[in-house]
T-cell receptor, first 113, second 109 residues
Framework: KAGVTQTPRYLIKTRGQQVTLSCSPI?????VSWYQQTPGQGLQFLFE???????NKGNFPGRFSGRQFSNSRSEMNVSTLELGDSALYLC????????????FGQGTRLTVV | GQNIDQPTEMTATEGAIVQINCTYQ??????LFWYQQHAGEAPTFLSY????GLEEKGRFSSFLSRSKGYSYLLLKELQMKDSASYLC??????????FGAGTTVTVRA
């Protein structure tokens, strides 16, 4: 079965712009989590969605937001981009909220210039 | 938040055994995970421990002691392809996952 699909794979934006990233979970999976990975901070939790509702949120500013659609696909949006937002954004898909195993997508590499 | 510590780097020889330790401080513990991440790739799930003891899966084993806030990942019969970053992650009751900074393992011939 198809894995987790994230689009786009690479993105270059300028400061002040906004960006939307997309994640399609594994078919049948209903929980989607988003993470930011940088060399300095490692993997940091952004938020988790289940049944179109945000269930958990990490310690990121309000510029970071997300949503989940009825087909479990999820998007995350970052507004007013800053240089420090340059990172690999990873999406993880799980069967249910709290499932022990999460499957990660290949990520979207965002570069803010 | 959770405080998760693991060594930054480890080097071992092909065929050897390496043990990666992870210590954590948290409240509402609800599971410990190990992920493997090769450079430029997504993390892949290796193991999950929620009760004390050893979980074995082929060449990889993971151990948990909840009272000590301690886990280790044991990699046996090391192969060159095991060179990667190994991430320890702790989940708490609200299902949030917090990751350690990762341990880069280099396997040498």
């Amino acid at each position: 079965k198809a894995g987790v699909t994230q689009t786009p794979r690479y993105l270059i934006k300028t400061r002040g712009q906004q960006v939307t990233l997309s994640c399609s979970p594994i078919s049948g999976h209903r929980s989607v989590s988003w993470y930011q990975q940088t060399p300095g901070q490692g993997l940091q939790f952004l938020f988790e969605y289940f049944s179109e509702t945000q269930r958990n949120k990490g310690n990121f500013p309000g510029r970071f937001s997300g949503r989940q659609f009825s087909n479990s696909r999820s998007e995350m949006n970052v507004s007013t981009l800053e240089l420090g937002d340059s990172a690999l954004y990873l999406c993880a898909s799980s069967l249910m909220l709290g499932s022990p195993e999460a499957f990660f997508g290949q990520g979207t590499r965002l570069t803010v210039v | 938040g959770q405080n998760i510590d693991q060594p930054t780097e480890m080097t071992a020889t092909e065929g050897a055994i390496v043990q990666i330790n992870c210590t954590y401080q948290t409240s509402g513990f609800n599971g410990l995970f190990w992920y493997q991440q090769h450079a430029g790739e997504a993390p892949t799930f290796l193991s999950y421990n929620v009760l004390d003891g050893l979980e074995e899966k082929g060449r990889f084993s993971s151990f948990l002691s909840r009272s000590k806030g301690y886990s280790y990942l044991l990699l046996k019969e090391l192969q060159m392809k095991d060179s990667a970053s190994y991430l320890c992650a702790v989940r708490v009751n609200d299902y949030k996952l917090s990751f350690g900074a990762g341990t880069t393992v280099t396997v040498r011939a």
